[in-house]
């Protein structure tokens, strides 16, 4: 079955320092792979994707993730955070032919000023 | 663009009354679904629908019913509302193929006392 794993529960940065936020996943075909945020009591939001190709993805508000097969990760990254991206952010995983999405139990992201 | 709508935003809830919660999306998607999100469990699928007419369990569907009468909404109820439904319930929609990620609605805070 598939899984998804987002290893650190809270993450804190300071603004303008760079982030990096981990997700492994459990699969054995290529995986269609996301990255959604939520704003405090706001719904989700697509952040980015990743069905196929360039395996370096860029997504809204300077946000990029990476598709490393050889690791089963889609890390998502930004090089410097804003007081703005205070926020919870979830990995999900679907497959071909899914009726659903496989989600992570989330990270979230506070920013020191 | 509406998206996806929930309603109602807020609702406070005595033990053992029912309600029900609406889903409406306007972009013709074909699946829907209901998801509860509490502290440090991430999100969590309750039930799903693939379509007008058909319903689906998911993770936690145990004190809840669904009906996808029209493609449009997807309602779901709570016959006899426990503390432990105390919750924030996202709705989702997606085409039929959710590779493409779904959208969200905005979320409805629920508390049962």
């Known amino acids: 079955a598939q899984s998804v794993t987002q290893p650190d529960i809270h993450i804190t940065v300071s603004e303008g320092a760079s982030l990096e936020l981990r997700c492994n996943y459990s699969y054995g075909a290529t995986p269609y792979l996301f990255w959604y945020v939520q704003s405090p009591g706001q719904g989700l939001q697509l952040l980015l994707k990743?069905?196929?190709?360039?395996?370096l993805v860029q997504g809204i508000k300077g946000f990029e993730a990476e598709f490393k097969r050889s690791q089963s990760s889609f890390n998502l990254r930004k090089p410097s955070v804003h007081w703005s991206d205070a926020a919870e952010y979830f990995c999900a995983v679907g497959e071909e032919g899914a009726q659903k999405l496989v989600f992570g139990q989330g990270t979230r992201l506070t920013i020191n000023p | 663009n509406a998206g996806v709508t929930q309603t109602p935003k807020f609702r406070v809830l005595k033990t053992g009354q029912s309600m029900t919660l609406l889903c409406a999306q306007d972009?013709?998607?074909?699946?829907m679904y209901w998801y509860r999100q509490d502290p440090g469990m991430g999100l969590r699928l309750i039930h799903y629908?693939?379509?007008?007419?058909?319903?689906a369990k998911g993770e936690v569907p145990d004190g809840y019913n669904v009906s996808r009468l029209k493609k449009q909404n997807f309602l779901l109820g709570l016959e006899s509302a426990a503390p432990s439904q105390t919750s924030v319930y996202f709705c989702a929609s997606s085409y039929d193929d959710v590779n493409y990620g779904y959208t969200f609605g905005s979320g409805t805070r629920l508390t049962v006392v």
């Open positions: 972009m013709n998607h074909e699946y």
């Open positions: 990743y069905f196929s190709g360039d395996t």
């Open positions: 629908s693939v379509g007008e007419g058909t319903t």
